[in-house]
């Protein structure tokens, strides 16, 4: 079992930045492709973004490309997604996710095993 933790959400102004950590105490996560997904209010949860293993590849949303990335730091078991020029379509709880699966597509919330409980981001117009 991997616990994932997720930290730094908040109220942003649109144009403003934030930085989203997934921290999995205790676990090594190196063996784990991460992944970002968001859910808006009423809408279904959908992919923002993925990186795998070693780092050798990221994957991104369209709606976020350019503006978000993603990495991680295996030696501290932490993935991270910096946000920046955040608009208020942005806004939603926003989950880590983890999975040990190789030459999956990483956009697809099926393929994840483990989730953290979500960290809400807002972003006022």
């Known amino acids: 079992q991997v616990q994932l933790v997720e930290s730094g959400g908040g109220l942003v102004q649109a144009g403003g930045s934030l930085r989203l950590s997934c921290a999995a105490p205790?676990?090594?996560?190196?063996?784990?492709?991460m992944g970002w997904f968001r859910q808006a209010p009423g809408k279904e949860r959908e992919f923002v973004a993925a990186?795998?293993?070693?780092?050798?590849?990221?994957y991104y949303a369209d709606s976020v490309k350019g503006r978000f990335t993603i990495s991680r730091d295996n030696a501290k078991n932490t993935a991270y997604l910096q946000m920046n020029s955040l608009k208020p379509e942005d806004t939603a709880v926003y989950y880590c996710?983890?999975?040990?699966?190789?030459?999956?597509?990483?956009?697809?919330?099926?393929?994840?095993?483990?989730w953290g409980q979500g960290t809400q981001v807002t972003v006022s117009s």
């Open positions: 205790g676990r090594t996560s190196s063996r784990h492709a």
């Open positions: 990186i795998t293993r070693s780092s050798t590849s990221t």
């Open positions: 996710a983890a999975t040990m699966r190789l030459y999956v597509d990483y956009s697809d919330s099926a393929w994840y095993d483990y």
